[in-house]
T-cell receptor, first 115, second 111 residues
Framework: NAGVTQTPKFRILKIGQSMTLQCAQD?????MYWYRQDPGMGLKLIYY???????DKGEVPNGYNVSRSTTEDFPLRLELAAPSQTSVYFC??????????????FGSGTRLTVV | GNSVTQMEGPVTLSEEAFLTINCTYT??????LFWYVQYPGEGLQLLLK?????DKGSNKGFEATYRKETTSFHLEKGSVQVSDSAVYFC??????????FGGGTRVLVKP
């Protein structure tokens, strides 16, 4: 099993550019999440999804958009990139409330720098 | 709302020393509790978990006991190795399934 796959691993953007961070999971998890991790800090939830076609905001959604057209994929869109969005982005997935004690599976992260 | 507080790092230890990372939580109901570990340049990995009061989670020599009376889930390891150098995150999972993370504790083990 590949688990949770994130692409790209690294990216440098110029201010005002846009990009999509890709996330795919092959575990048939219903729930998927996007977090950002700033240097020396914990994780902050950006958006999450409880199933295909359903998304909701987390703690820090401004400047981002998501979609969930399939169970497997949960892309994160950055429009008009700003230096404050320089961070490491982690995608995660879980079974959700059917198996809450299994925890989350995380991808290896995308390191984004906005200059 | 739910919250997790863990001791700030960095924690610097010598090899074979005893490690304790304190974690306390605030939550309604009966959350599940987790410790995740993040090795340099990698994503988070589940280290251990406990789903109810007095449960003890254990893995790779690490242990943590779910203490409802003190709302704590402290992580311990009796003899650390250089390979245990990482950032450790305490987390809780309450109703709605979303994880709430602590701020992370960086551990550096020196040979």
């Amino acid at each position: 099993n590949a688990g949770v796959t994130q692409t790209p691993k690294f990216r440098i953007l110029k201010i005002g550019q846009s990009m999509t961070l890709q996330c795919a999971q092959d575990m048939n998890h219903n729930y998927m999440y996007w977090y950002r991790q700033d240097p020396g800090m914990g994780l902050k939830l950006i958006y999450y999804s409880v199933g295909a076609g359903i998304t909701d905001k987390g703690e820090v959604p401004n400047g981002y958009n998501v979609s969930r057209s399939t169970t497997e994929d949960f892309p994160l869109r950055l429009e008009l990139a700003a230096p404050s969005q320089t961070s490491v982005y982690f995608c995660a997935s879980s079974y959700g409330e059917t198996r809450p004690a299994y925890g989350y599976t995380f991808g290896s992260g995308t390191r984004l720098t906005v200059v | 709302g739910n919250s997790v507080t863990q001791m700030e790092g960095p924690v610097t230890l010598s090899e074979e020393a005893f490690l304790t990372i304190n974690c306390t939580y605030t939550a309604t109901g009966y959350p599940s509790l987790f410790w995740y570990v993040q090795y340099p340049g990698e994503g988070l990995q589940l280290l251990l978990k406990a789903t109810k009061a007095d449960d003890k989670g254990s893995n790779k020599g690490f242990e943590a006991t779910y203490r409802k009376e003190t709302t704590s889930f402290h992580l311990e390891k009796g003899s650390v190795q250089v390979s245990d150098s990482a950032v450790y995150f305490c987390a809780l999972q309450a109703a709605g399934n979303k994880l709430t993370f602590g701020g992370g504790t960086r551990v550096l083990v020196k040979p």
